[in-house]
Nanobody, 117 residues
């Protein structure tokens, strides 16, 4: 089992910044890729950014240049730095871990991000 706990969400004005954190515990040696997803009210959960064990990153177009995903393997943490936030970034943000041996996906409980003036 892997446990993921997100933190760092909150209310921010448009143009502001937030840094989300995801703490992993449990079978952390089995974690390969990690990522951040989000789900806005009435919409499906969607990918925001991914980071591999080797540190390679991938972003969806609507966050490129604004969000940065990073990983501290020594601390079992993944971060999402979000800058230039827009109202349309409002959503619950979830941390995801893809594990191997056996292959399984784990999700955190989510953290709310609200961008509003």
């Amino acid at each position: 089992q892997v446990q993921l706990v997100e933190s760092g969400g909150g209310l921010v004005q448009p143009g502001g910044s937030l840094r989300l954190s995801c703490a992993a515990s449990g079978r952390i040696f089995a974690i390969a890729d990690m990522g951040w997803y989000r789900q806005a009210p009435g919409k499906q959960r969607e990918l925001v950014a991914l980071i591999t064990n080797a540190g390679r990153t991938n972003y969806v177009d609507f966050v490129k240049g604004r969000f940065t995903i990073s990983r501290d393997s020594a601390k079992n943490m993944v971060y999402l730095q979000m800058n230039s936030l827009k109202p349309e970034d409002t959503a619950v943000y979830y941390c995801k871990a893809d594990c191997v041996l056996p292959p399984k996906t784990y999700w955190g409980q989510g953290t709310q991000v609200t961008v509003s003036s």
